[in-house]
């Protein structure tokens, strides 16, 4: 409807923006973050360069963008497969085996996007202060399988300190409480804070062994290799279910 009512310019400038985006990603498919070169983006759309900045203000401002889009379409992808997976009998562990495939499954459909997020920094680059937000929507699935775990020895420093963390940073908290209300319980009681903090350390610790894994299968460290990408963050994943006690799947 909003773009329905666009008029012709608005809806040119978009599409415009669109186009500069889509050879933005080639070039960054072709050869990385250091690849991405306004001019010859301009020469490829017969736009001469003031021109390209009409739509954006430099290349800072387009990595902006297409980092914000990878974000969004990354969160989205996982809060459709939280949703999926939600329904029905599955029990908590496979529905952590459920997020994290997702999670592969969209780092290899868009390995030039997920390497742009995850991958190493492009030089000379800030990257803008809402990815946080946008990088916590990408985690905030994990965050209610988690606060249903009962932590054992091997991860208990790190629930330790991510209930520090809960303590000195008010905006983690609303992170949890917006995507595992069960978790925070009544505010400031025990039960209430245990469980927050369980929730935090889960969703952390799977997101360094996602990115581990998939960042090391995206970029081609497996090739010669006997096993799979899927099969190995599996166990990680295993692993990560047995040191938070998640239940298993009802037979």
């Known amino acids: 409807m909003e773009r329905a009512q666009q008029g012709p310019r608005a809806r040119y400038r978009e599409q415009t923006r669109a186009e500069i985006k889509d050879l933005a990603l080639r070039q960054l498919a072709e050869g990385g973050g250091t690849a991405l070169a306004l001019t010859r983006i301009a020469k490829e759309m017969g736009l001469s360069g003031p021109a390209l900045y009409r739509y954006f203000a430099g290349r800072d401002d387009l990595l902006n963008a297409l980092i914000r889009d990878a974000y969004d379409d990354a969160a989205a992808a996982m809060a459709r497969a939280a949703a999926r997976s939600a329904k029905g009998s599955r029990g908590v562990r496979a529905r952590l085996h459920d997020l994290a495939e997702a999670?592969?499954?969209?780092?290899?459909?868009?390995?030039?996007?997920?390497?742009?997020?995850q991958g190493a920094p492009v030089p000379g680059y800030v990257a803008p202060a809402d990815t946080l937000e946008r990088a916590r929507?990408?985690?905030?699935?994990?965050?209610p399988l988690f606060a249903t775990g009962s932590p054992g020895p091997a991860?208990?420093?790190?629930?330790?300190?991510?209930?520090?963390?809960?303590?000195?940073?008010?905006?983690?908290g609303a992170w949890v409480a917006r995507y595992a209300p069960e978790a925070a319980g009544t505010p400031g009681t025990p039960a209430g804070q245990a469980r927050a903090a369980s929730a935090l350390a889960g969703a952390v610790l799977a997101w360094t062994q996602l990115h581990g894994s998939v960042s090391l299968e995206?970029?081609?460290?497996?090739?010669?290799?006997?096993?799979?990408?899927?099969?190995?963050?599996g166990a990680h994943m295993e692993m990560l279910a047995d040191a938070f006690g998640l239940d298993q799947e009802p037979a």
């Open 155 to 172: 991860v208990a420093a790190t629930v330790d300190e991510m209930t520090a963390w809960l303590a000195a940073d008010g905006t983690v």
């Open 103 to 117: 999670y592969r499954t969209w780092a290899i459909a868009e390995p030039h996007r997920y390497l742009l997020i």
């Open 218 to 233: 995206v970029a081609g460290q497996f090739a010669g290799m006997a096993h799979r990408g899927g099969t190995l963050l």
């Open 137 to 143: 929507a990408v985690l905030g699935p994990f965050l």
